[in-house]
C-alpha cells in the first residue's frame, strides 16, 4: 500500500533553518505531482508549496515565498522542504501529499505529518 513517510521536523530558534522529508512507497513516485501543506492549532491546513512530477515547476505560498524551497528525488522516491529563516508563525504540523492524477485539486495520500516548532 501507499505510504508517506515525513521526517525532519523539529524545535527551532526563529531564524534557523530545518530540511524535512517526506518518504513514498508503494506508487510510482515520478508520476505524480506532490505538495506540502500545514496545519497550525486551531487553524484550517493550508497550502505550501507543490512541485511538477519532472520538479521542473514549482510554487509556492505567498507566506513561504523566497524562505522555503521544495524539491524531489525520484531515484529515492523521496520529497523535500527546505525551510529557512523560519519565524514562529511557521509553527505547525508539516504533511506532505500526493497530487491526483486525474481530480484536479484532489490528493490521492497523505503522510502523517511532522511537527514544527519555532520559538521566539
Known amino acids: 500500500q501507499v505510504q508517506l513517510v515525513e521526517s525532519g521536523g523539529g524545535l527551532v530558534q526563529a531564524g534557523d533553518s530545518l530540511r524535512l522529508s517526506c518518504a513514498a512507497s508503494?506508487?510510482?513516485?515520478?508520476?505524480?505531482?506532490m505538495d506540502w501543506f500545514r496545519q497550525a492549532p486551531g487553524k484550517e491546513r493550508e497550502f505550501v508549496a507543490t512541485i511538477s512530477r519532472s520538479g521542473g515547476s514549482t510554487y509556492y505560498a505567498d507566506s513561504v515565498k523566497g524562505r522555503f524551497t521544495i524539491s524531489r528525488d525520484n531515484a529515492k522516491n523521496t520529497l523535500y522542504l527546505q525551510m529557512n529563516s523560519l519565524k514562529p508563525e511557521d509553527t505547525a504540523v508539516y504533511y506532505c501529499a500526493v497530487r491526483s492524477a486525474v481530480v484536479a485539486a484532489a490528493y490521492d495520500y497523505w503522510g502523517q505529518g511532522t511537527q514544527v516548532t519555532v520559538s521566539s
Open positions: 508503494g506508487l510510482t513516485f515520478s508520476t505524480y505531482a
